[in-house]
């Protein structure tokens, strides 16, 4: 199984910036698709970047052009660059993987969350 660990998260005033990192450590095939995504309370969990093993990304139209999706395929490791920060952005963000075993099965991991709080 992998394991998926975020860390960054934190209290930012609007406009301010932060850095989302996300480790995956355990044993596996391959890990394919890395993401970002969001809840915040009484919402439901929706996307927020994915970046292929490639390096193709996918952004959310709400954060085109303020968020950066990258990844370190050595050292297993996604980040999410905010800038521009919003009060709306606030929520807890998980860090998935798409992860393929040893016997081939395709299944997701996610992290445990790390909130982000985006003061006014």
């Known amino acids: 199984q992998v394991q998926l660990v975020e860390s960054g998260g934190g209290l930012v005033q609007a406009g301010g910036s932060l850095r989302l990192s996300c480790a995956a450590s355990g044993i596996a095939f391959s890990i394919n698709t890395m993401g970002w995504y969001r809840q915040a309370p009484g919402n439901r969990r929706d996307l927020v970047a994915t970046?292929?093993?490639?390096?193709?990304?996918n952004y959310a139209d709400s954060v085109k052009g303020r968020f950066f999706i990258s990844r370190d395929s050595a050292k297993h490791t996604v980040y999410l660059q905010m800038n521009s920060l919003k009060p709306e952005d606030t929520a807890v963000y998980y860090c998935?993987?798409?992860?393929?075993?040893?016997?081939?099965?395709?299944?997701?991991?996610w992290g445990q969350g790390t909130q982000v709080t985006v003061s006014s």
């Open positions: 998935n993987a798409v992860v393929r075993s040893l016997t081939s099965a395709l299944y997701d991991s």
């Open positions: 970046i292929t093993g490639g390096g193709s990304t």
